[in-house]
Structure formats: C-alpha cells, structure tokens
C-alpha cells in the first residue's frame, strides 16, 4: 500500500495549518512531496491500497481539513484541493462526485482529476465553514469504488471588519462638580472578525472629542469625568466622541466610532437670591381675607427640587395682617391678606421676607448660605366702604302676641370711612315676603308690621340692609333672626269627628268613647287637658263625662234602656279646657248612635226600622219613576232658559244713561286685573252704589271730573255718589300693600240726559241704518272745534271710508 500527497511546500502545508485524519481499519500515511509547484492551498489526497495479503476491502479516504481564505477578488475560481482515491490509475476510469453543504453552488469538483474550486467570494462572517460529501464512482458502471465520506472546508479570516458600536449612540448623565474619575458609562464595541486568529479583533478605545472634560479606558471602553468643578450653569451638554479600533490599534487596523451625549445634573451648588431687596405693593381694604397682595421671587440657578424655595414672613409689622405661601410651579412668594383690613385703623406695613432652599447638600454649605431677604412695603388705599353693623348678627325673641308697631329691637350700622355719611335702614323684601316687619329708616327700630302667629310661623330670618345717602350703590346687610314666643290663644279641640254607639240593651256606667283633645299651642310644661260637659248639658241624663287625668276623657251611659224608636242619635257637647294663661276651652261635640246589639254586645243595626217599598214595586218600575224625574228636571231648565232669553236687548235707548271709563295708561299697569280697583257694576248702576260716607280724595292726580263742569248741571246727586265712590276704591287700591301697579281712572263724567254733548257713545250707532251727521259739533263751542273740523261738513268729495 502507498499513498502520496504534494503542496508547493512545506511551509505552505504548516501555514495553513492542515492535518491529516486517519481513519478505518487501513494503514493510511500521508507524504508531503515536493514536485511541480500547486496553487496555495492545494491539496492532494490519495486513496491506498492494501497489501494483498490483508482481507479487507481497499477502501477508504485519507481525510484532510481543507482550508481557502475569504474575501478571494480574483477572476479564475479559487482552488481549495484535490481529492485521488488510490483507486484511480489515471484512465478516466474514476468519477468523482460532490455534494453536501454549497456542492455545486459554492464549490465544484473536476469529476476525472478530483481538483475541488470555489467558484463564488467567501464570507467567514456569513459561514465559517461548509461540510461536504465525496464518493468515487466507476465511470462505466456507475458502481461505488469507495464510500461515501464527509470532509470540511473552513474560510480562513482576514481582517476585512471594522469594529461597531451596536448600542451607540451613548446617552449619559453625571452629576455637575463630580469629583476626577467619576465613571460615566462604559461602551462596548463588537468586531465580526475571527478573535482567535490575529489581532484582527482585537479593540483598543481612545477619545476623539471631548477632551479635557472626559476620558475613556483604552481596553474596557468606560468613560470618566477628567476635569474637576465641571459646573452645570456654564455648560450643561457635552458632545463626546469614542474610536474603537482593531489590531490592537496598531497601524492599518481599522476603525469605528460612537458618540456619547452627556449631561450634567444638576446639584444644589447655587444659593437663592433676591434681584430686589425692597418691593412695594398696595391693596384695597375691601380686599377679602385669601386676596393676592403681590408676589416676591428669589432667583435660584439650579433647578428641579435643588431649586425649589420655601418663603416665610419673618419680621415686620404685617405678619399679623399678611401671610404668605409658595407657588410649586413657578417658586414665587405670593402674599395674601390674611384678616380684614382698614385704612382707618392703619395705612400701611411692612414685611421682611426670606426665602430658603428646603433641600441642602451638605459638601455645598461652603457655597451659602442658601437663603435670602427682602424688605417688603404694602400700603393700604382707602375705598368707600359699605355699613357695617354692630354687632354682626341679631337674635329677637318676641312674643305672638305682640301689637302692630312694637319695637321688637333697634339695628345700628355705622360708614367705616373717615366721612361717616348718614345712613337709611331698610328690609330685604326677598327675605320677609310676607311683609311682618318693618324698620324706620332712620333710627333702624325694627317693628312689627302684621300680626305674628307661632303656630303659622314659628322663626322668621329676615335682612336688614343698610344704605349711605351720599352713595348708594354702599349697601351693608346684616341677618336677624327672630323667635316668636308662644302664647295661649289657641283652645283645645278634637282632633277629628268622634262618633260613637251606644246599645239598646246597655247599662249604666257603661263605657262608650275615650276621647282625647289637640292644642297648637307649646306650652313650656306641656299641655294639660281638662273635660266636662258643656253648661247646657251640664244635667244630660243619659251620659256623662269622666276625666281621666292624662288629657283624655271616658263618655259613660247614666241610664240604660235606650230605645232606636225612641231616639236614635245623641250629640253630646263636652267642654275641653287648657291650663294656660289666660285659660282657653272649646266645646266640642260627640255624635252617639243608638244601635240594635246582640247579647255579647255586637252591633246589628244603628239605623231606626227601614222604610220598606211595597214587595209588589219592581226594579223596571223603580227605573221609569227615576226617569221621569229626569225628564221633568229638563224641562224645568229649559223654560228657565228661554226666560232669560226673553230679556230686553244690550242696545240701550237714546234716553236711557250710557255710562263709559275713559282710562288714562300713564303708568305700568295690572292688566285684566284692573277691575279689582273698582265696582264696574256700581258705575253702570250708579244709584245702586252704597254710600261711603265723606268723598276721599286722591292725592296723587287731581281728577279731571271738572273739565266738564261748567256745562253739566252738579244737581244730579246720583253723580255725586258715583264720583265719591270710585275715588274711595282707587284710594283704598292705593293703601292696600299687597295690590299690584293699576292702572289710574279717571270718570268723566256721565254722557247723556243733562250733558251739552249728549252721548258719543258708539253702542247705539248700530241701530241708525243711515249716514250720522256731525254738523252739529259746531254748534258745541270752542271745545269741541277739532271734533268739528274733523268728523263735520266738508266742501271736498266724500271720503272712502
């Protein structure tokens, strides 16, 4: 057996790093051979032959890893090896055949010498290595001369990859005035390149940019402050730069870059200033308690929570009258008015405020101190003030049965301002609609106005306002409550309608009713009832009344046999008196029926003997009387009816009296309910009116009545009473407080007999079928020429209407 191999040499073979496998049960060696010079990486395996004497089978393979380098920019296929069975005597007999992992696509095999190409550029970073199958076949039968068996093919690397930053770029942050060598962040840079052949993965870090602040550790990549008192205030982002580069850094290595954005955090390093030490500001005295005054605000250039502030009043003469509070936005000092003010009381104050970081570092103390203060000025401006009252609120207690104008309490409210302008009291009309009270306007008394009722009304809040004269847009108000006090003047009575039985067969002393009795009144010891019967039923015969001493009364029977035939009902009236001052007592009065009842005293009948109907009256006979009634019902109405209807017509004759309002609307009105301000049915029947005593005069208008007195004869005295009667009813709609705005009327007089002008009255103008002429206007005098001029003679043609 004999086997043979050849390479361009030796150093070739051991640079490659080649080895040989041996395997199966056959003696296989392998014989670098010098000879005809191959193409780097060629190789040559060869099958062996047995001695003749050994019994197996002469098959098998000397293996070989085959080893190409990547990245190949040639134009002729890369020669990887050659694969030679000891079988083949160099005929063409052999057919050697490769598949597996890129057979044919990546690498093809001279089917007669065995010489193996790669055929495309290889990539040791996309594969590393491929695995392969080859077989020896007999090119004329197609029969296996040997097994088929795998062998490998690795890429051999260069150093065709940059280093990358697979996480750039950076974001980091470190805290301003970090000591040197604080650690910033740490990058890491990746190289795809073989890190176990070479240096070709080898990284080293340096800094492009970024110097003097930062500097990074050349072989773990992590980046560190390099400069001491780096502050924030002066500069806040840093733009650094970070190189990594392969071969260990030595020229030709190739290179990558990241950039890391640093910031610096803030740190409490500044003390909080005030760009003002003195402020003024003003307020009204009107201002309400919480009010903004101003605000203050002390600079601070940190920021976040280093830069939060915390103000207080620390001095001064208004720490009673102001407060002051932080904004959380903005850290502003905002002062407030903390108690009401007067300019009468004092004009002006003063505040020494300071503001303080609430949040120190201790290795910055050096720096402060980190607080500051400021002198603030306020001065208070004087506005009219509306009146006060004092006191603030007013509880009245008044008894129910005070009189009409009693002073139940005097309101006092004074003007704040230094002018004390004069002041007029008045009641809130929204507060007391039912109008019980009344204040004087000057003195402020406060009186009753209508008679007061506990049980309508126990507690009344009402509103007194306080007007200055000078101004009256300054209103003050002030709340009183009133109490009013219960007095006896409600008797006691029955809570309901009592109504009650009394057997036939009952005896004496028998119980019949329990009753009991209510009062409105509230009494402070409670109520307590006393009964008996009425004086006039003081000797009843037949009942009497047994009080029970706990406001309730028994009704027991005097006599027994009660008889329904002979009376059926009793009413018995019982007397229930009170024990207040002054006593009060009411009759109240229980219906008793007389009833049929059986032996243990159930009732069977409370009605005298029933009127029986004849049994021969049937229900149809029953029906036809009730319809008859109903009939004659209709009828009755029906002649009634046409009576009415034969009544006199509503046009009156030229001689009859045509009464007519003339209404004058000077003022906002009532509407339809004007009518309530007089009798329209007296002014048409004037003799009807009643007598009023003495005319009253309205004061507000002076009646126009007389326009027409020099032409009506005064000695109708039926005009007198209508006259005295109408301006009775417009004075009494004056003085009535609960009668809306009405309207004003005034009575011209009567038209028709005794008047110059007769009637005008358009009401009869329907009963003339002709044309009506008003010629005659002329004829009344002067005043009645523009009637004349416009409804008389005329020398044009007739008008259209």
């Keep these: 057996m004999w086997t043979s191999g050849r390479m361009s040499n030796a150093k070739s073979w051991l640079g490659l790093g080649m080895s040989l496998y041996f395997w199966g049960l056959m003696d296989l060696t392998t014989t670098v051979l010098s000879g005809t010079p191959t193409p780097p990486g060629e190789i040559e395996v060869l099958l062996s032959d ?14 070989n890893q085959f080893f190409v380098l990547e990245e190949y920019t040639g134009t002729d296929p890369l020669y990887v ?26 690498f093809t095999i001279d089917d007669t010498t065995g010489d193996i190409h790669a055929i495309q550029r290889l990539d040791r970073e996309e594969r590393a290595q491929y695995t392969l199958r080859a077989q020896a076949l007999d090119r004329r039968t197609g029969r296996p001369m040997e097994p088929e068996s795998e062998f490998i093919i690795k890429i051999q690397d260069i150093n065709d990859n940059e280093p990358k930053f697979p996480d750039g770029p950076y974001v980091a942050t470190v805290p301003e005035m970090s000591p040197v060598g604080t650690s910033v ?35 773990t990549g992590v980046i560190r402050t390099a400069l001491m ?26 290179a990558g870059t990241t950039t890391v954005n640093v910031t610096l955090l803030d740190v409490n390093d500044n003390p909080p200033r005030f760009p003002q030490k003195h402020y003024q500001m003003s307020v009204l005295e009107s201002a309400p308690v919480s009010s903004t005054v101003g605000r203050v605000f002390a600079k601070d250039l940190d920021e976040g929570i280093n830069a939060e502030m915390k103000y207080t009043i620390v001095d001064g003469d208004g720490a009673d009258a102001f407060d002051i509070n932080t904004d959380p936005n903005f850290q502003v000092g905002i002062i407030t008015v903390k108690k009401p003010l007067s300019f009468e009381s004092k004009k002006s104050y003063t505040l020494k405020v300071e503001g303080a970081n609430p949040h120190l570092e201790m290795r910055f103390l050096n720096l402060g101190p980190f607080q500051d203060t400021t002198t603030v000025h306020i001065s208070v401006e004087d506005v009219d003030e509306p009146p006060v009252f004092e006191p603030g609120f007013y509880f009245v207690e008044v008894p129910e049965d005070v009189a009409i104008g009693t002073t139940i309490q ?3 409210a ?19 609609p039912g109008r019980f009270f009344y204040v004087d306007i000057t003195t402020g008394a406060l009186m009753t106005a209508r008679p007061l009722d506990r049980e309508e009304f126990s507690w009344h809040n009402i509103t007194v306002l306080a007007m200055e004269m000078n101004n009256p847009s300054q209103v003050g108000s002030v709340s ?3 109490k009013v006090l219960d007095v006896n003047d409600n008797a006691p009575e029955f809570p309901r309608f009592y109504e009650a039985f009394v057997c036939e067969n009952a005896k004496a002393g028998q119980l019949v009713q329990t009753v009991s009795a209510v009062d409105q009144d509230d009494p402070h010891g409670g109520q307590h009832f006393y009964y008996s019967l009425a004086p006039e039923a003081a000797n009843n015969p037949n009942f009497t009344v047994r009080d029970n001493q706990d406001n309730t009364a028994r009704i027991l029977t005097r006599r027994s046999g009660f008889r329904q035939q002979e009376q059926s009902v009793f009413y018995l009236p019982i007397l229930i008196t009170d024990s207040g001052q002054p006593v009060l007592s009411s009759t109240g009065t229980l219906t008793i029926q007389v009833c049929s009842c059986d032996d243990s005293g159930h009732v069977l009948s409370c009605s005298p003997e029933a009127y029986m109907l004849p049994v021969s009256l049937s229900r149809g006979a029953l029906i036809a009387i009730l319809a008859c009634i109903f009939v004659l019902l209709v009828l009755v109405l029906l002649i009634l009816s046409m009576r009415r209807h034969r009544k006199q017509p509503y046009i009156i004759d030229d001689e009859e009296n045509i009464h007519e309002n003339i209404v004058r609307y000077d003022d906002e009105g009532g509407g339809e309910e004007d009518t309530e301000a007089f009798d329209i049915a007296a002014m048409w029947n004037p003799r009807e009116a009643q007598a009023g005593g003495a005319p009253k005069t309205r004061q507000d208008m002076l009646p126009e009545i007389e326009s027409l007195s020099r032409y009506v004869p005064q000695t109708c005295a039926v005009n007198s009473t209508v006259h005295s009667y109408v301006l009775a009813k417009l004075y009494e709609a004056d003085m009535d407080l609960w009668a809306p705005p009405f309207d004003s009327l005034q009575t011209y007089m009567f038209e028709g007999d005794g008047s110059v002008a007769g009637s005008l009255s358009s009401l009869q103008s329907a009963t003339s079928d002709s044309e009506q002429s008003f010629d005659f206007l002329t004829d009344w005098g002067p005043r009645f020429r523009k009637l004349a001029e ?5 020398e044009g043609p007739a008008p259209l209407w």
């Design 50 to 63: 047995k001695p003749q004497s050994h019994l197996r089978t002469k098959r098998s393979w000397v293996w």
């Design 81 to 106: 090896g050659k694969l030679h069975s000891d079988m083949d005597r160099g005929d063409g007999s052999i057919k050697y055949i490769l598949s597996g992992e890129g057979a044919g696509i990546v």
């Design 185 to 219: 962040i740490q990058v890491t840079a990746t190289d795809a390149d073989d890190p176990t052949y070479g240096n070709s993965a080898r990284v080293v870090y340096s800094i492009l940019q970024g110097q003097p602040y930062f500097s990074v550790d050349s072989k």
């Design 229 to 254: 008192n780096m502050d924030r205030e002066a500069k806040e982002y840093y733009e650094v730069i970070i190189q990594a580069k392969d071969m260990g850094g030595q020229l030709g290595g190739l």
């Design 410 to 412: 005097i309101i006092s």
């Design 414 to 432: 004074k003007d704040p301002d230094v002018t004390n302008n004069s002041i007029r009291y008045s009641i809130d009309r929204s507060s007391d």
């Design 480 to 482: 009183v409550t009133i």
């Design 790 to 794: 416009l409804y008389g003679a005329s």
